[in-house]
């Protein structure tokens, strides 16, 4: 695919750049007057709480303790609380305005500012992918996920009270832009990091992650901090990425990482659109708006509301969660902008269902997607819903179809496994029946050191004997129960088996001669994926594997499985619901999967059902209890289905 210049051919046209100014600071007392009453409310309410929780204690064994054991957590559940308690202190004094939050303000402010870095331990790397620094090193610094949330945040937090900092003392700012410059500025403008993009790697959600934080940053600091020519530096610069991000996409707009990461990769992008449309139109030429209605970039705003099941459920694949968290005002920001209907409805929607609580966002660390979500809040509240209804879509670049009709939610994936964050589940599905969920994709467990190394694959959740496809065993035949039996016991054993066939990671191992049909009509028709996935493990004793995965609009879901080899296997099922088994009078196996709804399985043998508790904390977002696998035994040479009801 040749490289895409979206957003350079309208950077090219632009000769200088304003600052960024179309959120007020603490003095435009109107405009934050003018917020919901019920909303100002809370925001002072959650600003009390925060001043009553005490700052944490970052320390260097706990940037440390990544290297030595790989946990990240004991680091980030000291850093991030700070950012939060901070964006809650500044929102209640923005809006109250008596000064009650400001101490508290000044000292989150100045913990963040002396910390000696702002990278995560995971990131310390020089190089994509590299070893991580045990230490940070304060004479390099590096511009990862965090490094650039925390600049947005600390840039963010001084513009909005500057004219409160400046009554105290002129040297606040002077720290905030020191440390800018340091830690931001410097680096971006004289250093190469890898999600800037050069035409030679892959990019994700990095790309637009880090160049959104970077303008807030540049972006925000008073006119003379910089030249004319150095913002349209930052400007040019970001452009260049954000094509190079764009690459990455098909024109269908799927995204690879799924739901979970659109807020990181879709709204991202979306932001620093609006960041360098706002530093542009401000010279009031206009223009560079027009960005938004690049079909592109509104197939890629759209992508959510296709993923969408019921309420807080998504389709998820790869490190995506089933439940990635609601929707927010920058989803109705970019609807507005690339003037799609459906998706400011949607995220209107999703708002306003929210508990008042939830709509102040406070697990969220970057303190520009608070200012966004309270100004857009009466426009969300006063939206007039319309009605749409999703239609079944394919998405040819990543391989992922996704059916309804009045019942059902159907995902099946094509593609191949060398998606970011990627699973090996190349043929995987998952069902959702009457919006709960049927046939389930676990999604991901807490990251440590081994989720992005060479060890990955040891992991369960990763592996595609934990997905929705087949798994093969070269026993001999009198010891296939047994191997059967222990089979997922210990997942890392399993990797390094050689008797056990799963499928692999990589570009190459994929789907092959893939069809997908859809059918609009929501009450009758079929809409259907068929595909090879042979391919997918590199087994000489796997022939060949069709599996044709089917809507039946209106009455139920097939998948039926058409196996050419040599060696005999198991068929998974992951199922949130206690399944349980019995036989039918015609042979056919009848799983019951809770009181939810059934499977029925013909040209198949015996079937096991093991069970897995849920204890990892991000898991339990989506899975308050265990999940249960059922092993449907498959013969070589063999044909079965499996009817969904």
């Known amino acids: 695919m040749s490289h895409r210049t979206i957003v350079e051919d309208y950077a090219e046209k632009i000769k200088q750049v304003g600052t960024y100014n179309r959120y007020p600071d603490i003095s435009n007392r109107k405009m934050w007057e003018a917020l919901p009453g019920e909303l100002k409310k809370q925001l002072i309410a959650e600003g009390e709480r925060a001043l009553k929780k005490p700052w944490t204690q970052l320390l260097i064994t706990d940037f440390m303790e990544f290297s030595k054991s790989g946990n990240r957590v004991r680091f980030e559940d000291k850093y991030f609380p700070r950012r939060r308690k901070l964006n809650s202190l500044v929102m209640a004094e923005c809006v109250e305005n008596k000064g009650r939050f400001t101490d508290a303000i000044l000292e989150g402010l100045y913990l963040i500012l002396e910390e000696t870095t702002w990278c995560l331990p995971p990131h310390t790397s020089y190089v994509r992918d590299g070893k991580q620094e045990n230490m940070p090193d304060v004479t390099r610094p590096i511009i990862d996920l965090f490094d650039g949330e925390s600049g947005a945040e600390v840039a963010f937090c001084e513009y909005l009270l500057r004219p409160v900092f400046q009554k105290i003392s002129p040297y606040i700012s002077t720290y905030v832009n020191e440390r800018l410059k340091e830690r931001i500025f410097t680096p971006y403008l004289t250093q190469h990091f890898w999600w800037m993009g050069n035409g030679r790697e892959p990019m994700c959600n990095w790309t637009p992650w880090c160049t959104q934080n970077v303008l807030i940053c540049a972006f925000t600091r008073e006119k003379d901090f910089f030249t004319e020519s150095e913002r349209l530096e930052f400007f040019r610069k970001a452009a260049a990425s954000l094509d190079y991000f764009l690459d990455e996409y098909g024109e269908d707009g799927g995204c690879d990482e799924g739901a979970q990461y659109y807020s990181h990769a879709a709204l991202c992008l979306f932001d620093s659109l609006e960041l360098m449309n706002g530093v542009y139109s401000e010279q009031g030429k206009g223009g560079f708006d027009q960005v938004f209605r690049e079909k592109l970039i509104k197939n890629i705003a759209e992508y959510i509301v296709k993923m969408h099941v019921a309420k807080d459920y998504y389709i998820n694949f790869a490190d995506c969660s089933a439940k990635p968290g609601r929707r927010t005002a920058r989803e109705f920001l970019f609807g507005k902008a690339v003037g799609s209907d459906v998706l400011s409805e949607f995220a209107a929607q999703d708002v306003m269902d929210a508990p008042v609580k939830d709509r102040l966002i406070t ?80 999604g991901v467990g807490t990251y440590t050191a081994r989720t992005f190394s060479d060890r990955r694959y040891e992991l369960w959740t990763m592996q595609s004997q934990f997905h929705n496809l087949p798994t093969f065993i070269d026993v001999k035949k009198d010891q296939l129960d047994a191997a ?63 599996r044709t995965i089917s809507l039946n609009k209106g009455r139920n879901i097939t998948v039926a499985d058409e196996y050419n080899g040599t060696i005999a296997g198991v068929m998974s099922l992951m199922v949130y619901e206690k399944p349980e088994i019995s036989r039918n009078p015609d042979g056919s196996i009848r799983i019951s999967i809770g009181k939810l709804g059934t499977c029925t399985v013909n040209g198949a043998q015996d079937v096991l059902v093991q069970e897995y508790p849920i204890t990892d904390k991000r898991l339990k977002l989506a899975w308050k209890h265990e999940v249960y696998r059922i092993f449907i035994q498959i013969k070589p040479d063999s044909h079965f289905t499996m009817i969904f009801e």
Request: glycine fraction near 6%; charged fraction near 20%.
């Open 484 to 546: 059967i039996a222990v089979l997922g016991k210990d997942s890392a054993a399993d990797y390094a088996n050689k008797n056990i066939i799963m499928e692999k990671d990589g570009e190459n191992y994929a789907a092959s001669q893939v069809t997908c049909l859809l059918c609009q009509n929501a009450n009758e028709g079929i809409s259907s994926l068929k595909m090879g996935i042979a391919g997918a493990y590199d087994s000489k004793q796997v022939k060949s594997y069709v």
């Open 363 to 442: 697990d969220e660390i970057n303190l520009f997607y608070h200012v966004q979500q309270a100004f857009a809040m009466k426009d969300i509240l006063a939206w007039k819903p319309k009605g749409f209804i999703p239609e079944d879509s394919y998405f040819a670049s990543v391989g992922l179809m996704v059916a309804r009709d009045k019942t059902y939610t159907l995902a099946a994936k094509a593609g191949d496994n060398a998606d970011s964050h990627n699973h090996n589940d190349v043929g995987s599905f998952t069902i959702y029946k009457k919006g709960k969920p049927l046939i389930i994709d676990l």
